[in-house]
């Protein structure tokens, strides 16, 4: 890859280079250049908990892969991954980064994979890009709108592989179910049905000093400044706290929504009605953990969302298990889709060719290895950021609806809501300096 090969950067002129922002890149700039089939793809880890180090395992399985670099702010985590790491390529094989900048400034590397804190994922992601790395991002992509829009910015400007980590579609028990749905074999499209697990409640309140080996402020990073309290960064806990996250209404829902926006394509994309009711822990823990949630589309079918026990009824009578879930429903029949299985009715659905359809969807049997594909431009991402940002921003706009107590009309085009500059406002958030936004 020719254009890794000049004089590695500090990570002082890198820091330099970024500006106040700490994410925009602007002398350490690098052009995105294909990896030839003849190179191995060395790939570095930003964030390597519990998601993480799955990913490093599944990639590691790749003969023409090499881990050679992996980034966290807690030790613990960072030691496990390691340790993962030199079984599969011995001592001293991969180099381990506290900092994000250190790491992104190696001249070696091809592609990154980010499974960060979700307030982290696009300022990560936007200094990969302007590195030039093809990137895997573990989903959701961002905490705010803004976030994720700054970052679709950044990767039309720079033009690197971008594969979010909704693995669904890379599934062919998703894929029949989309290709049924955009081909019209269900008919007119009345209604689509969608649920996930919700966020938990109850997170320790004792304010306490940070464990050691935690780097609690850049932990933190561009989320706000607030004392330490017990377990906060653990996925026990970060998840479900709306500085850091947007609760599973959004971290669980991306899935089930994602494949709902997929099968109905460009039909989703109309103005809608957001309504229902919501739950919303207190305390540490502030995010809905239970909602059941109907979006009119002002010209198709409804969208109704809800969390798992209150979709009890619908995994029920579709013959899927409880905990997730897609149904498509037209007029002329119905397919529903989660992890474990398919069901359809007709049953011929499920044995109907699906060469031959007008609509035609790629079929990948391998997330990761369609990104690999990308890095080396053999094959398009299958969850790019323009195909996948709909549905990322239906699940932001379904919880601000909620906290705004429902009745308000999203338009997806416009990525904003109708005569509503409450919930709009909530669309954005300033980041904590200097982990800034990039300007444009």
């Avoid at 002082?12 to 089939?37: D, E, L, N, W």
């Avoid at 080396?376 to 239906?394: K, M, N, Q, S, Y």
């Amino acid at each position: 890859m020719a254009n890794k090969k000049s004089r590695p950067i500090s990570r002082r002129s890198f820091i330099a280079a970024a500006g106040i922002g700490m994410a925009a890149v602007s002398c350490a700039r690098q052009q995105f250049s294909p990896t030839s089939k003849e190179e191995t793809i060395q790939i570095g880890f930003i964030g390597t908990g519990n998601r993480g180090r799955y990913i490093l395992g599944e990639l590691m399985r790749f003969r023409d892969v090499r881990i050679v670099a992996l980034c966290d702010v807690r030790q613990d985590q960072l030691n496990e991954a390691l340790a993962l790491a030199e079984q599969r390529y011995g001592s001293n094989a991969v180099t381990r980064y506290g900092h994000h900048e250190d790491l992104l400034a190696r001249e070696d590397l091809h592609g990154v994979v980010i499974a960060s804190c979700d307030h982290w994922h696009v300022l990560h992601a936007i200094a990969a890009a302007e590195r030039g790395l093809g990137i895997y991002l573990e989903k959701p992509m961002g905490a705010r709108m803004n976030e994720v829009k700054a970052l679709r910015s950044a990767l039309h400007r720079t033009g690197v592989p971008f594969q979010l980590g909704v693995q669904q579609r890379s599934d062919e028990r998703f894929h029949r179910a989309v290709m049924l749905a955009r081909n019209g074999c269900l008919g007119e499209m009345r209604e689509v049905l969608a649920w996930c697990p919700p966020s938990v409640a109850g997170a320790p309140e004792e304010q306490t000093a940070p464990p050691p080996g935690l780097d609690y402020d850049r932990w933190l990073g561009p989320a706000p400044a607030v004392p330490y309290t017990r377990e906060r960064e653990t996925n026990k806990w970060w998840w479900h706290i709306s500085d850091y996250a947007a609760g599973f209404i959004l971290g669980w829902g991306i899935h089930p929504i994602d494949i709902a926006h997929w099968g109905l394509g460009e039909a989703a994309l109309v103005p809608m009605k957001i309504d229902g009711t919501a739950t919303y822990a207190k305390g540490v823990c502030d995010c809905a953990t239970r909602w059941d949630i109907a979006a009119e589309l002002e010209k198709g079918p409804v969208i109704r969302f809800r969390s798992t026990e209150e979709a009890a009824p619908w995994s029920e009578k579709y013959s899927l298990k409880p905990e997730h879930g897609t149904v498509f429903i037209g007029d002329r029949g119905w397919v529903a889709v989660c992890r474990s299985g398919i069901t359809a009715e007709p049953a011929s659905l499920l044995t109907l060719p699906l060469d031959s359809l007008p609509v035609q969807i790629p079929l990948r049997q391998n997330h990761l290895k369609n990104y690999l594909q990308a890095i080396r431009g053999l094959e398009p991402a299958i969850a790019p950021i323009d195909d996948t940002v709909a549905g990322e921003f239906f699940c932001h706009a379904c919880d601000i609806a909620m906290r705004e107590g429902g009745g308000l009309v999203w338009d997806p085009r416009r990525e904003e809501f109708r005569d509503a500059p409450q919930a709009n406002a909530r669309c954005s958030r300033q980041n904590r300096p200097p982990w800034l936004l990039p300007n444009g």
